[in-house]
């Protein structure tokens, strides 16, 4: 077989040959339709005369091999049709596109310094994590996660100790498995000690994101063939405060696989998707299929696509979420596949075998393993049994050249089918589905159960605190996708668009799926960011909008000018501005559409963190607790659940769960009566009570204010506390030690009143504590106190000690 023609040669000589001749282009359009009905033809099947096609033949349009006839290049036509630059091939393989990108040294340099930003905005809370010799996790749910971490260090013999996962608790082992053996094992590899296990709790968000942010730059290269839309993808996903808040240092959970497993799901199936687009455009739909699964690549990428895929289901309680937009791209893009007239069944293929190498290794971790909910074992299988489906139905609707539309509403109807039958097939799994999405989607009180969109938020102020304004570039160019989706074969922009559409949708329902949303976003985003410069004059067009042959941007800047120079190699891909005008308004024009993130993110970033008093509060309740010889369940510490699991975790290490506080603080902090929840924490083994500055009002008699604001002490309202030590006070924090407390008894004349007093010093605060008791009928006074020390009742005094104190002694005044 002849070489291959160079693309940007036959683009020169088709644009000649449309220029010479007045029926030009007509006869271009002739050639490309015939050469896409046919692998091969002679020219009987082509409608043009004889001197015309001898004349496409001697401009090397139309080449000969193996006695038929074939376009020499599909894009360089194309091209020359439209009057624009040609993409070259910048790996030199025979697809244009069969190998990973490759990253020229502009290039490289400028993504070690978005990523550098990256880095940055990750660590923005670095020195609240860090105190002293202690990791303090912001936020609450890290807390969980340090507690498996630890449970399963504590269990291990070391790293090759493989039983710790293939043997999880339940609690480990049924919603996140994998984050947590995944930490496991990160930690057994830094040493398997505390400071590995703190390490890990602090560090691996960020490397996570950091890989993510090289994920997200390449998909946006992948899809676009830009790398300033890589660059620019990044930036935007750096400054999104709704990522950085759950990806910052030390916050440590299932985010930050479930993120990056989402970003690899998403590059593998936009190389699959651009890989065979760009065979398409170089030959006949037939040769591009067979070529996109000739290619090594393909495969590997589908291995990777299934691989990536069932992860994420086994990082997350909710991972069957991570196939809806999967399904729904799959669906889609069999349609547009079909309408292309590329075989559905073939370009699916690799698709369908990553997925189902994938539910093969979901079946092995649930039932040899017994990893999650059976549903993750069968959803997957579900999923693949419905491409089969799809990809059928798409073949024969090639064939018989029916519309691709109609195609779309019989796989919503076969979607709606398979679930009707999986619910009467398999009711248990379908109840345990359904009780899921009832605990994702109905769940209230956390902050990230609102909607993105909700009321107090409204539909400008929650995106734009959320995402900043990239989110509404991302949008803009979310419209543009769809539009070239609906205009031509674009697969690559389908796949960004729905799951834009479908993580858009779910944060409209709960913002914790904010995050989920940035990652297509911010490649959207990024996009707008390149074309609004573009616009201003201060860069050439993004590559989406020159291959569509709108041309260069006119400017005299540098970075205006185009990327394919005469002879059809590119020009560097990033050329930085050469006067200092046009490189000062370019950063000034980035900064403003990038810069108000920096507002949003700092704000976000301090709702998730630990004041010193909580954590100072932490220290002193380990230290009494330590003095007084309590252990756990005597040390549980009550709180305001958002900071529930910070306090147990320091003080006892107990930091799996804060249903108790959940359920119980708030009505407790309203009550007006604490000394009457003593027995009810008797009960529950409830040790110290933690009260910090909490939003509303509230009365005087409540525990809130008896507590927080009169430390025990009594107001004008209220009497002193009998069962609340306070051990700590601090400018936003006071804890305080429950108590049986002493009983100070003593005699006196019959309605004499006496006064029972102390003054004590806490955090270098001087509390002064009194009681009036009114003596009996026979002369006899008691009365119970929290704390140790020398009390004044009446003329006389008693000592009264911190063991009558713990265990709830009676002391006579002498």
């Known amino acids: 077989m002849p070489d291959e023609p160079d693309p940007a040669a036959v683009a020169d000589a088709a644009a000649t040959f449309r220029e ?5 282009a007509q006869a271009l359009e002739t050639v490309l339709a015939v050469d896409a009905d046919h692998d091969g033809w002679t020219f009987d099947d082509l409608p043009l005369d004889s001197g015309t096609f001898g004349e496409l033949v001697s401009r090397g349009i139309v080449t000969k091999s193996d006695g038929e006839y074939r376009v020499s290049s599909r894009e360089g036509v194309r091209a020359g049709l439209e009057g624009r630059d040609v993409s070259v091939d910048r790996s030199g393989s025979e697809s244009g596109f069969s190998s990973p990108i490759a990253l020229d040294p502009r290039a490289a340099v400028g993504l070690v310094g978005v990523l550098g930003l990256l880095l940055v905005s990750r660590l923005w809370t670095y020195g609240s994590v860090f105190r002293g010799d202690e990791v303090v996790s912001p936020a609450n749910d890290p807390y969980y996660y340090r507690y498996w971490t630890e449970a399963l260090l504590a269990d291990s013999s070391g790293i090759t100790d493989t039983s710790v996962i293939t043997s999880l608790p339940e609690g480990a082992a049924e919603r996140r498995p994998l984050t947590h053996s995944t930490h496991w094992f990160f930690a057994e590899l830094l040493g398997g000690d505390q400071w590995a296990a703190d390490m890990v709790a602090a560090w691996l968000p960020v ?26 993808s990044v930036i935007i996903l750096a400054l999104t405060p709704a990522h950085a808040v759950y990806t910052q240092i030390g916050f440590l959970e299932h985010r930050v696989h479930q993120y990056l497993y989402l970003g690899v799901t998403l590059l593998t199936l936009a190389w699959l998707a651009v890989d065979l687009q760009r065979r398409a455009l170089e030959s006949t739909p037939r040769a591009a299929v067979v070529g996109h699964l000739r290619s090594p690549w393909t495969w590997l990428a589908a291995v990777v696509l299934g691989i990536a895929a069932t992860l994420s289901m086994f990082a997350w309680g909710g991972s069957i979420l991570m196939l ?28 369908f075998v990553g997925l189902a190498l994938g539910a093969a290794l979901g079946v092995f971790l649930h039932f040899r393993l017994g990893w999650h909910d059976q549903f993750t074992a069968v959803v997957p299988l579900l999923v693949v049994a419905g491409i089969v489906a799809v990809a059928v139905v798409g073949e024969l609707w090639r064939r018989l050249e029916w519309h691709a539309g109609v195609l779309v509403g019989v796989q919503v109807l076969l979607a709606g089918a398979g679930l009707f039958a999986f619910r009467r097939v398999r009711p248990e799994e379908w109840t345990r589905i359904t009780e899921r999405a009832d605990d994702l989607f109905f769940r209230e009180g956390a902050q990230e159960t609102a909607s993105l969109l909700a009321v107090e938020n409204a539909v400008v102020l929650g995106p734009l605190t959320q995402f900043g304004l990239g989110f509404y570039l991302g949008i803009l160019v979310l419209a543009w996708a769809c539009w070239a989706v609906y205009r031509r074969y674009e697969p690559g922009w389908l796949l960004l668009a729905v799951y834009a559409v479908c993580w858009l949708a779910l944060a409209a329902i709960q913002g914790r799926f904010a995050a989920q949303l940035a990652i297509p976003i911010s490649v959207l985003g990024g996009m707008g960011l390149v074309w609004l410069l573009s616009w201003t004059h201060l860069a050439r067009d993004p590559m989406p909008f020159r291959e569509r042959g709108e041309g260069d941007v006119e400017s005299g800047s540098e970075a205006a000018r185009g990327t394919v120079a005469d002879g059809g190699e590119r020009r560097p891909s990033l050329v930085v501005p050469g006067d200092a005008k046009t490189l000062v308004t370019l950063v000034w024009i980035v900064l403003l559409v990038c810069g108000m993130s920096l507002f949003f993110i700092p704000s976000m970033l301090a709702e998730t963190t630990h004041s010193d008093a909580q954590f100072e509060a932490t220290a002193v309740i380990d230290d009494h607790a330590e003095a007084t010889d309590r252990e756990y369940p005597e040390t549980f510490v009550f709180s305001e659940w958002g900071d529930n699991r910070l306090y147990n975790y320091f003080v006892n290490g107990e930091s799996e769960s804060y249903a108790y506080a959940q359920a119980n603080f708030e009505p407790f902090v309203f009550s007006d009566d604490p000394d009457g929840w003593y027995e009810e924490f008797a009960e529950r083994d409830v040790g110290y009570v933690v009260t910090t500055d909490l939003d509303g009002e509230f009365a005087e008699t409540t525990s809130q204010t008896q507590l927080h604001d009169d430390l025990g002490t009594g107001g004008e309202e209220t009497e002193p506390l009998a069962h609340y030590q306070a051990i700590y006070v601090g400018e936003d924090a006071t804890a305080f030690a429950v108590v049986p407390g002493a009983t100070i008894t003593s005699t006196g004349e019959p309605g004499e009143t006496v006064i029972v007093a102390t003054e004590v010093e806490v955090s270098g605060e001087t509390i002064s504590y009194e009681r009036e008791v009114t003596a009996g009928e026979d002369g006899s006074l008691e009365v119970t106190v929290p704390y140790a020390g020398e009390y004044a009742v009446g003329d006389g005094t008693v000592e009264v000690s911190e063991e009558a104190v713990e265990n709830g002694e009676t002391v006579q005044v002498q």
Do not use: E, N, Q
Not at 20 to 24: A, I, K, L, T
Not at 207 to 232: P, Q
């Open 20 to 24: 010479d001749r007045d029926d030009g």
């Open 207 to 232: 490397v996570g994101t950091v890989l993510l942010g090289i994920v997200v730059y390449w998909l946006a290269v992948v899809v676009s063939d830009d790398v300033r839309i890589g660059l620019a």
């Open 324 to 351: 809806v937009p999967l399904a729904a791209y799959v669906g889609l893009k069999v349609a547009v596949d079909a309408r292309a007239g590329l075989s559905p069944a073939a370009s699916t293929a690799p698709i």
